[in-house]
Every structure is written in C-alpha cells, then in structure tokens.
C-alpha cells in the first residue's frame, strides 16, 4: 500500500509529452511550482521521432529528442520539479485529489493528465515473443540502425508508417512497406515520398499474420496473406517495425472520468480540456483521437494549464 505523502501540490501534471511540458512551462511561469510526473518514456512519443518538419518556427526541421530536451529545460527554469513515477489509480473525489503511485499518494489541487498514447501491436504469432532486440520494434529512429545493410518491413498505412520506412532507408538495402489496403492513408507529400522511394518496396493488400524465426530467437521473416487472393507469402526480412498508430493511455483514470470506446479521456461539452470533475484537465494523444500533432497536444497543455492557474486562482 502506498502511504500518502504530507505535501498538497497546486499542479500535478501527469506525463512529460509535448502536452505535459507545455504544461509545465505555463504552470511553472505562473508560480504554481508544478510538480511532474515522469513515465516510462520522458519526453514521449517525440523523443522516438527523428526530423520534425511541421513544428512552427522550425524552417529546416527539428530533432524530436531535442525539441524536448529544450521544452523540459524552459519547464525546469521557471521551476517545475520533475519526478519518475507511474500513477496506477486515482481519487477525484477526495479533495485534494489523490493520485496513487506504487511508493506513495500523492496529494493534489488540480490535475493535468498528459499521459499520451503507446504503440498499437498487432497480436499476430511471433511478434510479442520477438519484441525488443530480437527483430521486432516501434521505433526506427531507436532501433533502425541495427538495420545496415538488411531487408526490413515496415507494417502500416499512416504518416507512422511512411516515415518510419522513409528513415530506414537510411540503413536498410530494402525496406517493404506492407500496408492491408491499396493506398496510404498518410498525408500525400509523405506517400509521394514513400511510393517513390528506390529502396522502398510496396506491399499492398497484405495483411500480416505470423513474424517468423521465434525457434531461432529473431525475426527471420513476415508470413502476409494477399487479401484479395487469399494467397500466402513469406517476405525475407530481418527486422520488423510495426507502425499501426497507438493506443491512448489511460487505464489509471478509467472508473474516475469520462473515457470513449477507444480508451480517449473525452472532456466535457464546449472544452477540449476541462473534465467533469473540476480541476482536472486533460491535453494531447490522450485525450485527441483526431489530430494527434506534437503542435496540437501543445496547444492542449497550454489550454489546460491556463485553465488549472485560473480555477486555482478562484478556489485556493
Ligand atoms: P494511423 O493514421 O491511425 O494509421 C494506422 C495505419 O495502420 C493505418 O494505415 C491502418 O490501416 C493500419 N493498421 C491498423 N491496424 C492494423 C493491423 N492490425 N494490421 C495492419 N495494419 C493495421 O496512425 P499513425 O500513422 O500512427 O498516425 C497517427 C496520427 O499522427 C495521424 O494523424 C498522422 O497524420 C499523425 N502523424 C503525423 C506525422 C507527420 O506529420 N510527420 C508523422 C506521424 C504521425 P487502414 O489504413 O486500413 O486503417
């Protein structure tokens, strides 16, 4: 049992994405001394990312990682304090609120959950006992490397997918982009640039149904079924990078607030933010299952934490 820690917070931001730090920035700037929650992965989906090409103010791109490390940095300068921990439940009916780590309960004023969203796997033999420095990953930009010189695919249709095959060609002699229709649902600039890559081999209509080589212990090959025909086929690869978009997480939060059918925390009518439970706000891929942009979940911290600053300034 956690025991509870003596310390009321004005602002526990939960989550260290580009929504979470945003957050912080706003917060901290605010003299609200935000304390926030770190996860399994600081910095987020971002950090995984190689060039962003979309964030504003960035003309010739920005490394992922580094466009965290900054945001993190501002955070930390006006004040924000930064903790490792992972909350397993919540109590917002308590007032302060509590949110339950495995070491204690932490007390709180109001709350922003930023806690964004995970790899989505496609539960297909082969591809949990292969996961993770045997052939099967979410990451290029993590994991590409290990990669020269050899075939690899990439299963997806999205912006995911096309940049995740377009980074690999970096390292890879071919990449096979195995997607289950006959177009790309990514943006048009990143299919034109996927479609009519040298190294990229298009493999549409396939549906992917066992990564192969777990006797061996790594991946050996990815068993696809035609959808049209029906037809079975084994492409030769030695690594396997699943790009199929993510789900949201939000487990620690579901019997607390309002999720949809998908595990999104959906806030209440006329808000992108606010909950129904008052002082509680939720920003970026956990809560946005339409635009999930680094710029958009920064937007929605910035929202959030100027809401969390006003309902304190009314409540404390
Ligand atoms: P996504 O757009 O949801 O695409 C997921 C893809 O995976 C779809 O093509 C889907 O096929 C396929 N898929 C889903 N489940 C599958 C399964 N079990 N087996 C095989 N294929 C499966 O996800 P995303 O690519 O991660 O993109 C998410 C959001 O982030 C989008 O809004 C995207 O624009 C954005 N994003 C932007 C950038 C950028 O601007 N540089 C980069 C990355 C992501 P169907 O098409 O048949 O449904």
New binding site residues.
């Given amino acids: 049992m956690s025991t509870p820690s003596s310390a009321v917070e004005n602002v526990v931001i939960v989550g260290t994405g580009c929504a979470g730090l945003t957050a912080a920035v706003y917060t901290a700037r605010a003299n609200l001394s935000p304390l926030i929650l770190e996860g399994p992965l600081p910095g987020g989906q971002l950090t995984t990312?190689s060039e962003?090409?979309?964030f504003p103010g960035f003309p010739e791109g920005v490394d992922g990682y580094e466009l965290m490390q900054n945001l993190r940095k501002q955070a930390t300068k006006f004040g924000a304090r930064f903790e490792q921990t992972l909350v397993s439940s919540v109590n917002f009916s308590s007032n302060p609120k509590q949110l339950i780590t495995s070491e204690k309960t932490l007390l709180a004023k109001s709350v922003i959950i930023s806690t964004g969203a995970s790899p989505?796997m496609?539960?297909i033999p082969g591809e949990k006992e292969l996961y993770g420095g045997k052939g099967v990953t979410t990451c290029a930009t993590c994991d590409g490397a290990f990669y020269r010189n050899m075939d690899v695919a990439v299963?997806?249709?999205?912006?995911?997918?096309?940049?995740e095959a377009l980074f690999l060609t970096r390292f890879a002699s071919k990449v096979y982009l195995?997607?289950?229709?006959d177009s790309?649902?990514?943006?048009k600039i990143?299919s034109d640039r996927a479609t009519s890559h040298p190294k990229i081999q298009m493999v549409w209509n396939s549906?992917?149904i066992e990564v192969m080589g777990v006797k061996e212990g790594s991946v050996s090959g990815l068993k696809v079924q035609d959808t049209k025909t029906g037809a079975f086929s084994v492409l030769p690869i030695k690594g396997l990078f699943v790009?199929?978009?993510?789900v949201p997480n939000t487990a620690p939060f579901k019997d607390s607030l309002d999720l949809d059918d998908a595990g999104y925390l959906v806030p209440v009518l006329g808000s992108q933010v606010k909950t129904k439970i008052p002082g509680v706000y939720v920003a970026g891929d956990c809560a946005d299952h339409?635009?999930?942009?680094a710029i958009t979940a920064a937007g929605m911290g910035c929202q959030a934490a100027i809401e969390a600053e006003r309902w304190l300034s009314e409540h404390s």
């Fill in positions: 990312t962003v090409e979309n989505r496609t539960g299963i997806g249709g999205g912006d995911s997918a096309a940049e195995v997607h289950r229709r790309l649902r990514a943006s990143m549906a992917p790009a199929i978009g993510h339409i635009f999930r942009q």
